[in-house]
């Protein structure tokens, strides 16, 4: 193996996790086209975007540990090559369900990758202030590569179908491979830990089923699947709390959760990504479906998060050693929160510059405040057990992500669909002459009434869209405020708990 410059490693590491951060939104500007082509309903749809983080996140904490146990590069390598396959196989999907299940084995690759980047990362920069600036760096590429995934997926929908955005993977990923294996370093746990298998099996089919019943409970209601989905979830993770006070070496120490700084910091992720993969569900939508733009023109204009996001990580170290952690982190939640709120009162007609100021907003939230709660993650973790911190941290960022899409989607669909039906009632003898079938899909989803609209004549379609457009904007307003206020309680914990400054940043 050659030997290369720590910075060259955090390139390549840089390298694999853009992959997986992208997917993570790409996929999203071309729900639109998997609507219209592959006939997908809301639900599928929905299982479009959270099979890939519902898998990512079960499998997280396993892969972490294996890449301790049996070598971190070995997992990297073996998660490329499933996220590569993953990816060819969901390119050539015939249908929605097929879709639904390479994303999940997609997502299973990305939990061998993420954790193995960060563990490596924490194993190649020993000195204190040089990891604070690659854990910054890595934050930064991270929430990046969430943020301008629109922007990827709108430009390959510019010039070819929605398979386009699978087929791009595999050939990246054939380079990263490549320089994985010629420059990386191998590193591992020296005393080589049982692997708690038990442990694995128990918090992996626990967050499948918890965040199965939150996306199934707001379509679906209470029935028998998902009141299975949810008493499933709290059995498997009270029993996994259970066994892993009683481990010989369990897979997630629960006496890190004793540390006020480790449980703060692991909220912060979780809240933060939250609000960012919730917004993103349906910023896209709206762009495309209300305001009429292409997929690139939605993605593009999705760049002032992206932007703020990318500058506030790369400043985030600095600022803190300057004001303090807890300063930058509350500054940065709060931002966030504004964020949200600015875009809950953007309405159908909206400028375009409004939006971006919002955007941008949430992204420098975003930026300063990432960097220093994985940071605080990692130094409350053993260096030994890099992989199993880099997990935890990685689990409650797609665990954030996926609750954000399902709650605020949720609320967005409730809101929506109570809009949708007061049209309806107002419209009165007008409604019978309107097909039941077209009255249902109208109140399925802003994308199923859109398909519908465009069938419709000139004259009728615009003041459809209308009223479309507005409904859908009134719940994606209730869903900004909801995210907003989570966001804020996030603020009052860490003024409260999160340390004035990183005084154990991996001594």
């Known amino acids: 193996m050659a030997r290369a410059s720590k910075w060259s490693i955090l390139a390549i590491l840089s390298f694999a996790l853009a992959l997986i951060s992208l997917d993570n939104t790409i996929v999203n500007v071309a729900l639109p086209s998997l609507q219209e082509e592959l006939g997908a309903t809301t639900a599928q749809l929905q299982w479009i975007v959270d099979a890939y983080s519902v898998l990512f996140a079960g499998t997280l904490l396993f892969a972490g540990s294996l890449g301790d146990r049996f070598g971190r590069k070995r997992i990297l390598l073996i998660g490329l090559v499933i996220f590569g396959l993953g990816s060819l196989a969901a390119g050539a999907s015939p249908d929605a369900n097929v879709l639904i299940a390479c994303r999940a084995i997609m997502g ?27 854990i910054g760096i890595w934050a930064a590429v991270a929430g990046v590569g969430v943020a301008i995934g629109p922007i990827a997926g709108g430009a390959l929908l510019e010039h070819f179908s929605w398979h386009a955005v699978f087929l791009v993977n595999p050939p990246l990923v054939l380079i990263v491979l490549i320089l994985a294996l010629r420059f990386i370093p191998e590193s ?113 204009g999705m760049l002032p998060g992206a932007g703020g996001l990318l500058v506030a990580s790369l400043l985030s170290p600095r600022i803190a050693e300057r004001f303090g952690a807890r300063r930058t982190v509350v500054t940065g939640v ?68 996926s609750f954000g899409v399902a709650v605020l989607g949720g609320v967005l669909a409730y809101f929506y669909r109570n809009r949708i039906d007061t049209v309806i009632a107002d419209a009165g003898a007008q409604a019978t002459l309107v097909p039941q079938q077209a009255l249902d899909a109208v109140r399925e989803s802003l994308a199923a009434a859109s398909v519908l609209i465009q069938q419709l004549p000139a004259g009728l379609a615009g003041p459809a869209r209308d009223l479309v457009g507005g409904a859908f904007v009134s719940g994606m307003g209730w869903a900004l405020t909801v995210g907003a ?7 009052l914990l860490a003024w409260r708990f999160f340390p004035a400054h990183m005084e154990r940043v991996e001594e």
């Open 188 to 300: 591992l746990d020296e005393t080589k830990p049982m692997l708690d298998l038990r442990g694995a099996a128990l918090v992996s089919l626990g967050l499948i089923a918890l965040v199965t019943f939150i996306v199934e409970l707001p379509d679906g209601g209470l029935t028998a699947f998902t009141i299975t989905s949810g008493a499933a979830a709290a059995i498997l993770l009270a029993a996994f709390v259970w066994w892993e006070k009683r481990a010989p070496r369990p897979l997630l120490p629960m006496s890190l959760f004793a540390d006020r700084v480790f449980t703060v910091a692991v909220v912060m992720v979780g809240l933060v990504y939250f609000a960012l993969m919730g917004a993103l569900f349906f910023l896209p939508q709206f762009l495309q479906l209300v305001q009429g733009l292409s997929p690139l023109q939605s993605g593009i």
């Open 108 to 134: 299973i690759g990305g939990a061998f990758i993420m954790p193995s980047t960060l563990s490596i990362l924490v194993q190649t920069f020993t000195v204190p202030t040089e990891r604070a600036q690659a």
């Open 485 to 491: 206020a989570v966001t804020l309680i996030g603020a």
């Open 334 to 401: 709060v931002a966030v929160a504004a964020g949200l709120m600015l875009m809950s009162f953007v309405q159908p007609m909206t400028s375009y510059p409004y939006v971006g100021l919002a955007l941008g907003v949430t992204g420098i939230g975003m930026g300063l405040t990432l960097p220093q709660a994985t940071n605080a993650v990692l130094s409350r973790v053993p260096r030994e057990r890099s992989g199993m911190g880099a997990a935890v941290n990685d689990a409650v960022t797609e665990l954030g992500g």
